[in-house]
């Protein structure tokens, strides 16, 4: 097994670690003394193994495709926002807007992720081991949120087509967000969504919840029409 | 309405507001439309150019060289946008228009050496083939937002408002989401989509120094990035897009255009464009900034003398939106009758939200995309640019000025107080600006 390239940002700027993960199309990576270093290896378009020694700040692994990004610590707001393909994971908690507008790929947080997560997410996936914050998977059009702690107050608010799972309690709903039924074929997502997370949970105690469809258009009255007839 | 001089019409309960009374009770949901502001607000027609006289010496026309080129985004950006006008179409979503106009835009700016912009729904490769200079947008609602497309784009523009609703965000309704206007953002086909006003990841100033940031690292600190505002409080806004680290603001007035928002929102929210550039430049010359971040501006330009004017103002290039749109052959005369069938006319149709555009730009239906061309189009465009530019030349020539940068607010004066108070240059015919000390 060949051994990582280290890359160390006490010594490097945040311009040549990048442009090193970027300029690569394939091998892995450790990068130490992030301090909390915001962008951190986002923009990465290759199968890269990035491992990150520590915290990071906002926006890393940022529209990531195709690497396997893994951060040992917390990551600040809009981890992996727009995240397109690949797997970012995370061992300790989140910031806000974890996942926020993905499209793609696997975002794991082991620990809490903030208010937002998955805010207006298009298809990526999101498993988180804690809890979720308000407002988590506002506006979601695609893709699927699992959480196997607590979800926050109005949770799934305006929701489009994504899935959201929760195996502790929610504080509420969000407008057009309601509990929906979870079939076998949910099941069967869940335990290797789980599997591909490494979380440990059985899949029937979740509950999952999605989009009433009832904001998908205006509903005017037509007061007229109705005297005329 | 006037004929009858026996009846006592109100001017607080005119017609119109009484027609929108009924309108609202009928049907319990709010107007919209699109097109931008209708009703009357102080605008660059309230400013004239002075001219040459004893103490300034004219150039002469057609002779004289007097350059219109402009650089955008050379402050942080290793490739900034260079263009031969200034004078750039602003950001309309496919979606909101044909492929066929976003082709049009793409024909007529790439032929008359400058820049056009994606809008609210990604980027099109028709778009990106056919213009020379293309400008992404990112937007709250991140439809359709991609790395490679920001990585193939000349200049991204992060918008934080727009001058037809600040604080407001998207709509595109049901009928104009088809196929493959819903795959690209990633919507159910049919619904009215009404996007996020605010974006999903940061909230402040602060925060999107640190997007924009990421934006760079993203694209290797290759392309501009712009910062898009509607005008509301220009000088705040503008001072914090440059701490924010925007090599360009774009300040959108709210004459500005709209595809689809509540007429409420269009008519009662923001600030003429001709009183936001005076506190935009305010921002950038206190921060010692002014061109070295440009500003753009757009919201209601018409004519070279508006582009002229803007630029005497302070401002580096100016942005194009509805008469790029009528340029290419919305609200075309020709097409009267059909306007009038669908309860409008030619000039006054401004229901774009619906998709029935008979000219074939403000629609998804394939039969009505079909009848615009947009090889015609983008001519039209094109030589509707020319005169901008030919325009705002030949007053800069007037006043002496061997570049349209060279204007400057000393050689305007207003023709009304509001606009001299707007635009910070005298009355006509006096040394006063009103709210200045003389």
Redesign the interface.
């Given at each position: 097994m060949t051994a990582a390239t280290a890359l160390d940002l006490a010594g490097a700027t945040?311009?040549e670690v990048?442009?090193t993960l970027?300029a690569a199309d394939g091998g892995s990576f450790r990068v130490v003394n992030p301090q909390g270093a915001?962008?951190l290896a986002?923009?990465l378009?290759a199968p890269v193994s990035v491992h990150v020694d520590g915290p990071v700040?906002?926006?890393c692994a940022?529209?990531n495709?195709h690497a396997t990004v893994h951060v040992d610590g917390n990551a600040g707001?809009?981890l992996a926002?727009?995240v397109?393909s690949g797997t970012v994971t995370v061992t300790g908690n989140a910031g806000?807007?974890a996942g926020?507008?993905g499209?793609g790929g696997l975002v794991v947080v082991h620990g809490n992720a903030s208010a937002?997560c998955g805010?207006?997410m298009?298809?990526v996936d999101i498993v988180v081991g804690g809890d979720v914050g308000h407002m988590s998977a506002?506006?979601a059009?695609?893709g699927n949120l699992v959480v196997l702690g607590d979800a926050g107050a109005d949770l799934g608010d305006s929701i489009?087509?994504a899935r959201l799972f929760v195996r502790g309690s929610v504080a509420s709903l969000g407008a057009d967000c309601v509990e929906k039924e979870v079939r076998p074929e949910h099941l069967e997502f869940l335990a290797a969504r789980l599997a591909d997370a490494g979380l440990d949970a059985d899949p029937a105690d979740f509950r999952r919840y999605g989009s009433a469809r009832r904001l998908?258009?205006?509903?005017?009255?037509?007061?007229?029409a109705e005297v005329a007839r | 309405m006037t004929g009858d001089w026996n009846l006592r019409w109100s001017h607080t309960f005119s017609p119109d507001v009484l027609a929108e009374i009924r309108r609202a009770a009928n049907t319990g949901v709010y107007s919209i439309r699109g097109f931008g502001a209708k009703r009357a607000v102080p605008n660059f027609d309230d400013l004239v150019f002075l001219g040459a006289s004893m103490s300034r010496y004219p150039l002469e026309g057609y002779r004289e060289a007097c350059g219109t080129d402009v650089v955008l985004g050379a402050r942080h950006a290793s490739e900034p946008v260079h263009l031969d006008i200034p004078i750039t179409i602003a950001g309309m979503s496919f979606g909101s228009l044909s492929a066929n106009a976003k082709e049009a835009l793409g024909r007529g700016a790439s032929a008359a050496g400058t820049s056009t912009t994606t809008g609210d729904g990604g980027m099109t490769d028709e778009e990106r083939g056919h213009s020379t200079k293309l400008v992404v947008q990112y937007l709250p609602s991140r439809y359709g937002m991609n790395p490679d497309d920001l990585r193939r784009a000349d200049a991204i523009e992060v918008v934080v408002g727009q001058g037809a609703k600040p604080g407001g965000g998207g709509m595109l309704m049901g009928q104009k989401i088809s196929e493959r206007v819903a795959a690209m953002r990633t919507l159910p086909e049919g619904i009215d989509q009404r996007s996020a006003c605010r974006h999903p990841d940061w909230t402040g100033p602060d925060d999107m120094e640190i997007k924009i940031q990421e934006l760079r690292e993203i694209t290797g600190w290759r392309v501009p990035i712009y910062v898009k505002v509607g005008a509301a409080r220009p000088y705040y806004d503008t001072a914090l897009a440059v701490k924010a680290g925007a090599d360009v603001v774009v300040v959108d007035g709210m004459q500005g255009g709209t595809a689809a928002t509540q007429d409420v929102f269009i008519e009662h929210v923001g600030i003429p464009t001709l009183a936001a550039v005076p506190e935009a430049v305010r921002a950038l010359k206190e921060l010692d900034m002014h061109r070295t971040v440009q500003l753009v501006v757009a919201g209601g330009i018409r004519t070279g003398a508006d582009v002229a004017k803007a630029l005497a103002l302070g401002a580096d290039a100016v942005s194009i939106g509805t008469a790029a749109l009528v340029a290419i052959g919305d609200n075309d005369p020709d097409l009267d009758d059909e306007y009038r069938a669908l309860g409008s006319a030619a000039g006054a149709w401004d229901q774009y939200q619906a998709g029935n555009d008979p000219a074939g730009i403000t629609t998804q239906d394939p039969e009505l995309a079909s009848r615009l061309d947009p090889v015609l189009a983008g001519r039209r465009l094109a030589n509707y640019l020319k005169v901008l530019t030919l325009e705002a030349q030949t007053l800069a020539r007037a006043c002496g000025k061997s570049h349209v940068h060279n204007l400057e607010p000393q050689d305007m004066a207003a023709l009304t107080v509001e606009a001299a108070a707007m635009a910070g240059v005298p009355l006509a015919g006096t040394s006063w600006v009103p709210g200045r000390d003389a």
């Open positions: 945040l311009r990048n442009s970027q915001h962008a986002c923009g378009d700040g906002y926006y940022g529209m495709q707001t809009g926002e727009n397109m806000q807007s926020a507008t499209h937002r805010i207006s298009k298809g506002f506006m059009q695609a489009y087509e998908y258009n205006f509903h005017p009255d037509d007061v007229d | -």
